[in-house]
């Protein structure tokens, strides 16, 4: 109905995001055909034991950064 960005929110007098938000802790259980009423059910708890949102962002492919050790300057020894 409106192009990415253009939506905007007559209530508030804001534009609305062109991207939606993530939900990590709720899923979409039921929305009305035009929008009107969205209801949502707290998500049941991962298996593994992770939080929602690593369990979000696992399904999503996005993998924790390994954290390298710092080790000290390099140096050349000369013998």
């Given amino acids: 109905?409106?192009?990415p960005g253009q939506a905007m929110d007559r209530?508030?007098?804001t534009r609305a995001p062109s991207e939606?938000?993530?939900l990590n802790i709720l899923e979409e259980a039921f929305t009305?055909?035009?929008w009107i009423i969205r209801l949502y059910k707290v998500k049941d708890l991962d298996n593994l034991g992770r939080d929602h949102a690593s369990a979000v962002a696992f399904d999503k492919g996005n993998k924790k950064k390994k954290v390298?050790?710092?080790r000290g300057a390099r140096?050349?020894?000369v013998e």
Avoid: A
């Fill in 68 to 70: 390298s050790k710092r």
């Fill in 20 to 22: 939606s938000p993530s």
């Fill in 32 to 34: 009305s055909e035009n």
């Fill in 1 to 3: 109905m409106f192009p």
């Fill in 75 to 77: 140096v050349l020894r």
């Fill in 11 to 13: 209530v508030r007098g």
